[in-house]
């Protein structure tokens, strides 16, 4: 029986946690392989963590506008791992298979507008001044900022998950392969 190699780098088990981390270890940081992975540099993730809380919890987006973002990052980074934890997420946070699915193309309304400045950031690095202005009269400026630095928070986990090959969470495997997304 042959074996797939492992990560270069393999999320950290209870037992191999940093010392210096510790108290990290029991809340987000210790929930997620991806996390988990990133305990190999302690200060990258002790660092990480005020800004994680600022985009997943409180970016001026909201919850329902930060996951169409984040999924379509995911998508456009080719990361299996953002993908499939982002579809669990915007389930629980009601959206229809159909809403989801609809991230892989170009939405209508809202979405589609969070889809196309999220490509724009991916394809020119910024938001062109007209979709920049649509952006911040049907959102906020706030948001504007909160969406560009999703992209930019979730391009650089994105970019630790390909890089260390992290396989996508148990939890979260068993969820969708109980429940795949139906198109």
Do not use: N
């Not at 037992?15 to 996390?35: K, N, T």
């Amino acid at each position: 029986m042959s074996h797939a190699p492992l990560p270069p780098v393999a999320p950290l088990s209870d037992a191999d946690w940093p010392a210096e981390i510790a108290q990290m270890r029991g809340g987000f940081a210790g929930a997620l392989d991806v996390y988990r992975t990133m305990a190999h540099h302690p200060a990258l993730l002790a660092a990480w963590a005020p800004l994680r809380q600022h985009v997943v919890r409180d970016s001026a987006l909201g919850p329902e506008h930060s996951e169409v973002v984040i999924l379509r990052t995911g998508l456009r980074l080719g990361s299996d791992y953002e993908w499939a934890h982002h579809v669990c997420r915007a389930r629980a946070l009601g959206f229809s298979d159909a809403r989801i699915a609809a991230v892989r193309g170009m939405p209508e309304g809202e979405d589609g507008l969070l889809v196309r400045a999220t490509d724009a950031v991916f394809d020119h690095r910024r938001l062109p001044p007209a979709l920049e202005a649509e952006l911040a009269a049907a959102l906020g400026r706030p948001a504007v900022f909160d969406l560009i630095a999703t992209v930019g928070f979730y391009s650089v986990l994105g970019t630790i998950l390909l890089t260390y090959e992290v396989p996508v969470d148990a939890t979260i495997a068993a969820e969708l392969a109980e429940r795949p997304l139906s198109p």
